[in-house]
């Protein structure tokens, strides 16, 4: 079953900012509290990001397929994860509101069966709607130089 999942917040944050932190790939650690560790191994498309779940919950493993500063979109496979999915894709975009600041649409894609559907969905929410709370509050914090 093929699962299409956006989910937008609006930053108190300038669109720039925004992007500059998405693009630079890391600090999931910091944004998502699922994530307990993130660690980065080259730089954009192609680079790898290794995350490790709270509370034992599993690895992931992202491949970064593509940065698109002009379109500020970054596109994103999980090759490897704890969860019940398979042809994981993540695409992260940034607009820039009519008042400058960051609106970014996270849009999940995936496959699983039918009886996961539902759990996987609202997994995927709230994921990345704790990790947008948290990415706006460490930009607010830190800005362009996070520390």
């Not at 970054?74 to 940034?94: A, D, I, Q, R």
């Amino acid at each position: 079953m093929t699962n299409k999942q956006p989910i937008t917040k609006k930053l108190n944050v300038p669109a720039d900012v925004v992007w500059k932190a998405i693009r630079e790939i890391g600090r999931l650690d910091v944004w998502f509290p699922i994530i307990e560790s993130c660690r980065v191994e080259g730089e954009g498309q192609g680079a790898l990001r290794y995350m490790t779940i709270a509370n034992g919950g599993g690895e992931i493993k992202d491949t970064i397929e593509e940065i698109d500063d002009s379109q500020m979109r970054l596109v994103y496979l999980h090759p490897v994860s704890p969860f019940p999915v398979t042809n994981y894709k993540g695409t992260v975009e940034v607009f820039s509101s009519y008042d400058g600041l960051g609106i970014v649409v996270w849009t999940i894609e995936y496959e699983s069966k039918p009886e996961d559907a539902a759990s996987v969905a609202e997994l995927v929410h709230g994921a990345i709607s704790a990790g947008l709370e948290g990415m706006e509050k460490d930009l607010q914090l830190h800005g362009e130089s996070p520390c």
